[in-house]
């Protein structure tokens, strides 16, 4: 039976009060066309103006009558101003999501209908990117007062944005919008039956990145030919390999994307008119991650999703001025397949690190010797993606459909879902990879109110581990225990035998502590334990596996954590007792059957089969990726942020708040592997001064405070510039180190109320980890306070020229707040630790901040 998810995302603002019932009315007519049941196509309706808000979820209702009672009755919420970006972002993390009922996991098709009537007031680039990678469909229908293009950068296709003059003119679309979802949708349910069958037959998608920076001004000739002769190898069609090519030096720009060009006499016309870029410095980390987030995507023609090997030929003649690191690992954690090809100039570890394993990175003295290597690269590149030829089974579409089911039965985790149907219909291609292996933390709640509990939490890890085969190539096990804070007792790598791992958690000793914030302990285990570093082996396929013992609700957002764990394909269960909320543990697990309740933790014996049966389940082998291991770095690093209000309301104060940053910064140890600053000021729209890869001396950060201009404006949107810095400054081509586990740390000075939403920008920074500290006048002292991370982590004063009197007090505030998350030498094998550490201030004096040393 045909199954669709669709969510129509409705403009409720002030704009649309007269046209809100052609509105409904047209969401009526298709919801009356749709085949609404439990095994059927589900619908949620979500209004929004300033803020979003949902009428109904996808699991809300399953009859169609429901749906049609309850859109009868919605009344029009007004409000301004339009934050789209906003709603595109809520509905990404609310509604299409397990807990609300979407089957994104189960390969349902996931739709979005969008009805605007007005220009967003906020960005809507960054969210509407992220749903298309997410895998929903969107559809936008605008009026005569939307804007056109807006609509056509947020729908999936130009092709799927609509306009009417007046939405009273809805049902003149409504016929061509049915046709578009229904093309879409038989598409998508062919492919599904194909792709199997289609893998006998080569196919790739492959990218090359090319340095075009002034220092390969003479080389790049012998590099577009390389190019040439490369793709002369190639099968290209539209299924079979499919090519594209990024130029980059301070700046990427894609010359065609993967689905451009369905003929290799197309892309051979293109690359032969290919004219060097210029510029400089050269930003290779930018480059890597502009082609994550624009190349290697289902919009411009990556067909990762449906096991396309993909791959990255990156030609370098010089060594990086940004740091590569992140976005390297990022390509690693996607699958994509890098080599690397280098000159005299460039940097071969650089390279190395940047390749998806270091024999991948190739080298010549001169880019006119590339015709040396090609067929190097070819063998390469051929070796890792070989066409799958079928055993003597016979591959059907019965048979293939009968894969996927068991893939949706067992829950598993939509990237790895094709590598699950190659080992059932080709399992002596991975005889290497069936020998069962699991990397699992335990994460056991530690609060004042599991004190007497948890001995039985601990017995009952003790016969987890009975049960497993502790080796280093074969399970490996962690334990970690928090209450306010995450403290890690061993990580994965810590103990290689099942006797150590056994001595170690019956020496376990409660925490104690509160309030319990198990959202900061998610957020703690997934980027502290489920790592290389730390003897995660998830890029060599290894199930991840995390079993959570919680006694009480937590006093944190889980979901930001909990969705990030599953993205990183972490499969969590949850165990909670009376005390607990259930459905919080529920919307924390992978799935909601994963999770588990007894009365009192003295019962776990009593579900401790479940749970080991139903990790046998899902526990199942995949294809193994290089690791990629990164050295830890001991020594104390921030990455801070200025955001300052430079509307026309502090146009006399702020030199005052000028002077403040000076001051601030003159604390800090700036150098490239210690402490970078950016700042950013705002009014009505946001604007980077610098960022924080921009200078690496403290010398150069001053001066450039020092020439800070006001900039002026109005009127003060503060919401907006959040999710600014959020989107363009904590990001690794621009210099932030969040992926290096370096504390990220925004500092807002705002003399006046936002004019937008402040709170979903500020819980989405929050729940992104970095921590917010504020300072704020009269009129906005209590809006700095629901930004910050914690009240105390906001100032209040009547005015700038105030900022020395609270100077002090702030710097301990942060300092405070720093000793928390600042890397120490290691306490436990394996990893480095984390610890509160007020003594070790990193923002004393140089040398109080050495003494550690």
Do not use: W
Not at 753 to 772: F, H, V, Y
């Amino acid at each position: 039976m045909a199954r669709r998810d669709v969510v129509f995302l409705l403009d409720g603002s002030d704009g649309t009060r007269s046209s809100f019932p052609a509105m409904r009315d047209f969401v009526e007519r298709m919801v009356e066309r749709l085949n609404v049941s439990e095994k059927g196509d589900h619908v949620s309706v979500v209004q929004y103006s300033r803020d979003p808000e949902a009428h109904f979820y996808l699991n809300t209702y399953s009859r169609k009558e429901d749906v049609l009672d309850t859109l009868r009755g919605l009344m029009h919420k007004g409000g301004r101003p339009l934050n789209t970006g906003a709603a595109l972002q809520y509905v990404r993390d609310n509604v299409f999501t397990a807990s609300s009922g979407s089957r994104l996991v189960e390969g349902v098709p996931q739709l979005l209908i969008l009805l605007s009537g007005g220009k967003s007031f906020d960005n809507v680039d960054t969210p509407a990117s992220s749903l298309k990678e997410l895998g929903v469909l969107i559809f936008a229908i605008g009026s005569r007062s939307s804007d056109s293009r807006e609509l056509q950068k947020i729908s999936n296709e130009p092709s799927y944005a609509l306009s009417v003059s007046d939405f009273a003119d809805l049902p003149s679309v409504q016929q061509q919008l049915f046709t578009n979802i229904n093309t879409v949708f038989v598409e998508g349910t062919s492919s599904t039956t194909t792709t199997i069958a289609e893998g006998r037959r080569q196919r790739r998608d492959v990218v090359f990145l090319l340095d075009g920076s002034d220092a390969t001004r003479n080389g790049f000739p012998a590099m577009k030919e390389f190019v040439q002769r490369m793709v002369e190898k190639l099968e290209v069609s539209e299924n079979r390999d499919q090519v594209s090519v990024v130029q980059y030096s301070r700046d990427p720009e894609a010359h065609f994307y993967l689905n451009t060009f369905k003929t290799k006499e197309k892309i051979l016309d293109s690359v032969r008119g290919l004219r060097h870029k210029g510029g400089r410095p050269l930003y290779t980390g930018a480059a890597l991650q502009y082609v994550i987030d624009n190349v290697f995507t289902a919009s411009s023609g990556s067909r990762r999703v449906e096991g396309v090997p993909q791959i990255l030929v990156l030609l370098s003649g010089g060594r990086s001025f940004d740091s590569v690191e992140a976005a390297a690992s990022s390509l690693k954690e996607l699958g994509i397949l890098t080599f690397g090809i280098g000159s005299r100039g460039s940097d071969s570890r650089e390279l190395q690190r940047i390749s998806y394993d270091p024999n991948y990175a190739l080298s010549v003295s001169d880019f006119s010797e590339l015709p040396n290597v090609q067929e190097q690269l070819l063998a390469s590149v051929k070796a890792v993606s070989i066409p799958i030829t079928p055993t003597s089974q016979t591959v059907t579409a019965q048979r293939v459909n009968e894969v996927m089911n068991r893939c949706v039965i067992l829950k598993v985790y939509e990237r790895y879902a094709h590598y699950l149907v190659l080992m059932m219909l080709f399992p002596p291609l991975l005889a290497d990879y069936v020998t069962p292996r699991k990397d699992i933390v335990f994460l056991l709640d530690g609060s004042d109110g599991t004190r007497n509990s948890f001995p039985a939490m601990r017995d009952f890890v003790q016969r987890v581990v009975e049960q497993y085969t502790i080796e280093a190539n074969r399970d490996r096990v962690s334990v970690v225990q928090y209450s306010r804070e995450a403290k890690v007792h061993f990580y994965l790598n810590s103990h290689t035998t099942k006797e150590e791992v056994l001595d170690r958690v019956r020496g376990l000793r409660h925490k104690g502590g509160r309030p319990l914030y198990t959202g900061a302990a998610l957020q703690y285990v997934r980027y502290n334990v489920f790592t290389a570093s730390s003897g995660s082996r998830r890029l060599e396929g290894v199930p991840q596996i995390l079993i959570l013992l919680s006694g009480g609700r937590s006093f944190d957002s889980v979901d930001a954590a909990a969705s990030s764990l599953k993205e990183l394909g972490v499969l969590t269960f949850g165990i909670g007792s009376r005390g607990s909320d259930s459905r919080e543990l529920q919307r924390i697990s992978y799935d909601p059957s994963y999770a588990l309740s007894v009365t009192d933790f003295s019962e776990l014996p009593n579900v401790q089969e479940q749970l080991l049966a139903s990790v046998q389940a899902v526990a199942m082998p995949i294809t193994p990726a290089s690791p990629t291991l990164t050295a830890d770095d001991a020594i104390p690093r921030k990455d801070v942020v200025f955001l300052l209000d430079g509307s026309d309301g502090t146009r006399n104060t702020f030199p005052a708040m000028r002077d403040f940053v000076q001051r601030v910064v003159e604390l800090f140890n700036i150098e490239a592997n210690r402490d970078r600053v950016s700042v950013v000021q705002y009014s009505r729209d946001a604007e980077v001064n610098f960022y924080l890869n921009t200078y690496a001396t403290k010398g150069e950060i001053l001066n450039t405070v020092r020439g800070l201009r006001h900039r002026g404006g109005r009127p003060l949107n503060t919401g907006a510039a959040l999710r600014y810095v959020r989107d363009s400054v904590f990001t690794a081509s621009a210099g932030s180190r969040k992926q290096e586990g370096v504390p990220q740390i925004l500092i807002l000075l705002s003399g006046g109320r936002s004019g937008d939403n402040i709170d979903t920008p500020a819980s989405t920074l929050k729940e992104s980890g970095i921590l917010i500290f504020g300072i704020g006048t009269r009129n906005s002292g209590r809006e700095v306070q629901r930004i910050a991370n914690d009240p105390t982590y906001a100032q209040s004063i009547n005015e700038f020229s105030d900022l020395p009197s609270v100077q002090q007090q702030f710097i301990s505030s942060l300092n405070n707040v720093l000793g928390q998350v600042k890397p120490m030498t290691p306490t436990v094998a394996g990893k480095t630790d984390y610890y509160t550490s007020l003594e070790n201030s990193t923002l004393s004096s140089p040398c109080k901040a050495c003494r550690r040393h």
